[in-house]
């Protein structure tokens, strides 16, 4: 399959320190190297993709780069022989709109070594529904397990539960056996996580768990999206040796709590950086969302389609608190 001279893309630019972006023409040659040629079907809007396309965090290490997180599509050529034309693949982090340009273009290059084949038990729209949001609920519960949380040991509570990265957990944890909680400031969609699977689901509003270092103990874990007050009021409530994933920052950066549950119930605070992740891991945790972790409501938790040139206004309603679920973007399919 031959790529044509010219195609769209998402363009970030920083002109002399001012921030510019929009759809552009390029071509092949004006994209990052790399061993694997992708004709991009879809990619997804996360958070971080928000503040790149925005200028309002600092996400782009270099300019110009294409937006984009994540993408799926089929390749068309390949100079490493693993990859053949018409192979499905699927690319989350690894630099994407960071260091490299991402998916929110028609053709992609990758590097080979973070080209993932599409997973038996995925298509490559489900893969982007999933794509980083998924990818980091998962990582989530990967790394907890590795450091001992078991269903028997009680519920885990996720935060910022309406969330693309909050309602992937709920169904993740659903489908491994937990008990899956919610915490949500938006009591609109209360109805919604239930049927997700959260076996309760608690108003941001109603939360008045003290401010003493230890309060009692409730969830025998967590997976926090908000950081801040949220996550150093959890610190105080997750019982002994649970753990708590922390994989987000929409409530702020800061975390001011003690080191009493930590030496005390021995409750473990674990980092979530999904972009970094490495290969031997990020195909375990694809193998488990394409199976016994794939998420039952996919099609629900896509609450929106968009294309290439209806980017700008998601990022701006996500960033001002207005998500909710997964908004794929749909890009040549």
Not at 62 to 83: C, E, K, N, Q, W
Not at 145 to 167: K, S, Y
Not at 229 to 248: H, K, W
Request: aromatic content about 6%.
């Amino acid at each position: 399959m031959s790529v044509p001279a010219q195609f769209r893309a998402f363009r970030i630019h920083a002109d002399s320190g001012r921030h510019r972006a929009g759809i552009e023409s390029i071509g092949l040659e004006d994209l990052s190297p790399g061993e694997v040629v992708v004709k991009v079907a879809f990619s997804s809007i996360n958070y971080k993709d928000a503040l790149a396309g925005t200028g309002k965090g600092r996400i782009l290490r270099r300019f110009p780069l294409v937006g984009g997180i994540d993408a799926s599509g089929h390749v068309v050529a390949s100079t490493d022989p693993r990859f053949k034309e018409g192979d499905a693949v699927l690319c989350t982090g690894s630099g994407l709109s960071e260091s490299r340009d991402g998916g929110y273009t028609e053709y992609l290059r990758l590097e080979s070594q973070w080209a993932i084949p599409l997973p038996a038990g995925l298509d490559l729209r489900e893969a982007m529904i999933l794509g980083t949001a998924g990818f980091t609920a998962a990582l989530s519960l990967y790394r907890m397990e590795q450091n001992g949380q078991t269903p028997a040991m009680g519920p885990i509570v996720v935060t910022g539960a309406t969330g693309g990265v909050g309602m992937l957990a709920i169904d993740i944890l659903t489908r491994a056996g937990y008990e899956a909680h919610a915490i949500t400031g938006k009591l609109q969609h209360l109805d919604f996580l239930s049927q997700l699977g959260a076996r309760q689901v608690v108003s941001r509003e109603n939360l008045h768990w003290g401010q003493k270092p230890l309060e009692n103990a409730i969830w025998a874990g967590a997976i926090d999206n908000v950081g801040d007050e949220m996550l150093a009021g959890l610190t105080r409530v997750i019982q002994p040796y649970g753990n708590i994933a922390s994989c987000g920052l929409a409530g702020g950066h800061a975390l001011a709590t003690t080191v009493m549950p930590f030496i005390i119930r021995g409750v473990s605070l674990l980092g979530i950086a999904s972009a970094g992740t490495a290969r031997p891991i990020r195909d375990a945790i694809w193998e488990r969302l394409s199976g016994d972790w794939k998420p039952a409501h996919l099609d629900r938790i896509c609450t929106r389609a968009v294309g290439l040139d209806e980017l700008a206004p998601v990022f701006d309603t996500m960033l001002g608190g207005g998500s909710f679920g997964r908004t794929l973007v749909c890009v040549t399919d």
